[in-house]
């Protein structure tokens, strides 16, 4: 049986530990860029083949990332790409992209805000948790 459990919801940010039978396989990066495409997106498969019109329609990106220590096999990637597909409303304003990652060292941290951090980083986000108040940890991650 495949669980999820949040680890932390900002504003613009989510992350999810996903975890079968008792052990983690993997985290899932949910962020809100509040940007359309880059350059970059644009040469991503399918969006390459795209109108360059419809794609500059688009406002707003969500970046979903899959983040393990090891390649996942091709169940567990298509299981969890296809689940958090379904977390975006796709509009004709609003899309989402999904990669996976590989973090060797994934599971050697504490899970903190530094482990979050390290792990925005190792997906090439820009988003930084900023420190805050013990007291607030559990307000921010049960909203």
């Given at each position: 049986?495949?669980?999820?459990?949040?680890?932390?919801?900002?504003?613009?940010?989510?992350?999810?530990?996903?975890?079968?039978?008792?052990?983690?396989?993997?985290?899932?990066?949910?962020?809100?860029?509040?940007?359309?495409?880059?350059?970059?997106?644009?040469?991503?498969?399918?969006?390459?083949?795209?109108?360059?019109?419809?794609?500059?329609?688009?406002?707003?990106?969500?970046?979903?990332?899959?983040?393990?220590?090891?390649?996942?096999?091709?169940?567990?990637?298509?299981?969890?790409?296809?689940?958090?597909?379904?977390?975006?409303?796709?509009?004709?304003?609003?899309?989402?992209?999904i990669?996976?990652?590989?973090?060797a060292?994934?599971?050697?941290?504490?899970?903190?805000?530094?482990?979050?951090?390290?792990?925005?980083?190792?997906?090439?986000?820009n988003?930084?948790?900023?420190?805050?108040?013990?007291?607030?940890?559990?307000?921010?991650?049960?909203?």
């Amino acid at each position: 049986m495949i669980t999820l459990h949040r680890k932390l919801k900002l504003r613009d940010l989510e992350i999810f530990q996903v975890v079968r039978n008792g052990t983690i396989i993997s985290y899932v990066v949910i962020e809100d860029t509040r940007n359309p495409f880059t350059e970059e997106d644009k040469k991503l498969d399918p969006l390459c083949y795209m109108d360059e019109e419809d794609i500059n329609a688009i406002l707003n990106i969500f970046r979903i990332s899959i983040v393990n220590d090891e390649k996942l096999n091709e169940e567990d990637s298509d299981f969890i790409t296809s689940f958090f597909s379904d977390f975006v409303n796709n509009t004709n304003l609003t899309n989402f992209i999904i990669k996976e990652y590989i973090q060797a060292d994934l599971y050697d941290y504490e899970v903190n805000i530094q482990f979050f951090n390290k792990i925005l980083k190792n997906i090439g986000s820009n988003y930084i948790i900023e420190k805050f108040d013990e007291r607030n940890w559990i307000y921010l991650s049960q909203d």
